[in-house]
């Protein structure tokens, strides 16, 4: 197993020459609490069926590890056992993490120093035969925005009736007769008044109601805009290299 950063988080690798032991640690390593999209499996040989975590398949094996941030050396390593029917696990951990996730992955991890070994002894060259390109590679962080509901405000009206009341002062006619006892001569005019009919109507007031709608009070609806500056704190990865010259004894960082 190759472990790629020697501090308290990192890529932790193995490898393992059977599905089952690659797939028992992969569960392992979530239930440790490492989500799966943190976890990859790459199957080698001519296995394309089960099921696995990020599971890479159906390209050349060097093609395939070209996102793990290898060391050109493991890398080649890693493709051949791939090549010869391995499994490769790795696991990208966050602080806290590597040390558990270290301990999973060497329990039943092939030693790839000890199989290189043996491989070479077969009649593979291995690494130190190849001319290759090593990628420096750094992560570049963008940051965008999206527009997201932020909740909602319903502006609604409706009628409502309320009681009201008002006195009205209202006239009513009363007709009235009255008997009054006389005792004079009957003139002409008195005559003249026997066999008619007098007619006498009388009138009231009544209430009569009328409403006028009138605009009491406007709600204006609006919307303001607010702006405001959000700092985002992320990480990148960065690929490192070192070079050792041992004809000068030299060491040089990049």
């Known amino acids: 197993m190759a472990l790629d950063t020697p501090t308290d988080y990192g890529t932790v690798t193995g490898f393992f020459d059977d599905r089952t032991s690659a797939e028992q640690a992969v569960s392992r390593l979530q239930e440790a609490g490492i989500p799966s999209n943190r976890i990859k499996m790459v199957a080698g040989g001519d296995d394309n069926g089960g099921t696995s975590v990020n599971e890479q398949s ?8 070209k996102d793990f941030f290898l060391p050109g050396e493991d890398r080649y390593t890693y493709a051949e056992g791939l090549r010869r029917g391995g499994y490769l696990v790795t696991a990208r951990t966050m602080p806290g993490e590597y040390n558990k996730a270290a301990e999973i992955l060497d329990e039943n991890a092939v030693d790839i120093g000890e199989r290189e070994s043996s491989w ?16 420096v590679v750094e992560e570049e962080m963008r940051v965008g925005k999206r ?20 006195d009205v002062n209202l006239a009513q006619e009363h ?17 003249a008044m026997q066999g008619r009919s007098i007619d006498v109507e009388e009138r009231r007031e009544e209430v009569v109601v009328s409403k006028d709608a009138r605009v009491k009070e406007e709600l204006v609806v609006g919307k303001t805009v607010e702006n405001r500056t959000q700092t985002v704190n992320d990480t990148v990865r960065k690929t490192r290299t070192e070079v050792e010259d041992e004809r000068g004894d030299t060491t040089r960082r990049h």
């Open 58 to 65: 159906g390209m050349g094996f060097w093609e395939a590890l």
């Open 120 to 135: 070479r002894q077969e009649g593979w060259k291995g690494w130190q035969d190849q001319t290759d390109v090593i990628p």
């Open 147 to 166: 527009d997201v509901s932020h909740g909602l405000v319903r502006v609604r009206s409706y009628v409502v009736e309320e009681p009201v009341q008002e």
């Open 175 to 191: 007709v009235t007769i009255e008997r009054r006892p006389v005792d004079r001569p009957a003139t002409d005019t008195d005559l």
